[in-house]
């Protein structure tokens, strides 16, 4: 089984909708039992709370439905999960800071390091909470195409 975290600040925007996505693409594909899949922000201000309406309602758009709480990182995730995709820079290194092993290091990974474009590796999935509608839609396709190429990665993984 791969157990994946997904990690934004607030929990709330971005990781919630890469959670909902890479949950949706397993289920599509049958492969539920071989996965596990969360997010958690780094920050602690929205613990508990179900995902921003304006993220819930553009993923409402695109066909896929949020319903998960936020939590907040702790360490003990680095135990708890194989890989650990950060939506930008700002927070992989407050994960980053968290570790207390080589082992934990290696797990920690941006996003965007799955993008097809590689001159997009090592870039931020915008934060979307300060701004307009249009944003969600960007977050949105950013984290679809993400998402696609790293579901593939670890399914190459499995089957080799
Ligand atoms: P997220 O977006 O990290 O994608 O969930 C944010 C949510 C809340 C805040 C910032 C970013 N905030 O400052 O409350």
Not at 7 to 35: D, W
Not at 114 to 127: A, C, R
């Amino acid at each position: 089984m791969k157990k994946i975290l997904f990690v934004c600040l607030g929990n709330i925007c971005r990781s919630p909708l890469a959670e909902g996505l890479m949950t949706n693409k397993i289920v599509k594909l049958g492969v539920e039992e071989q996965f596990k899949i969360d997010s958690c922000g780094t920050a602690d201000y929205h613990i508990g709370e179900l995902p921003d309406e304006r993220t819930s309602e553009n993923a409402n758009k695109n066909g896929l439905e949020l319903k998960q709480r936020a939590r907040q990182f702790e360490a003990a995730d680095f135990n708890r999960f194989d890989h650990i995709l950060v939506m930008d820079n700002a927070n992989k290194m407050r994960i980053i800071g968290q570790a207390t092993s080589e082992e934990h290091l290696h797990k920690v990974q941006l996003m965007r390091d799955f993008e097809t474009d590689s001159s997009l590796h090592g870039t931020d999935v915008p934060d979307p909470y300060y701004g307009g509608n249009e944003g969600f839609q960007n977050v949105f396709n950013i984290l679809d195409r993400c998402t696609d190429n790293l579901l593939n990665y670890h399914l190459q993984a499995i089957e080799n």
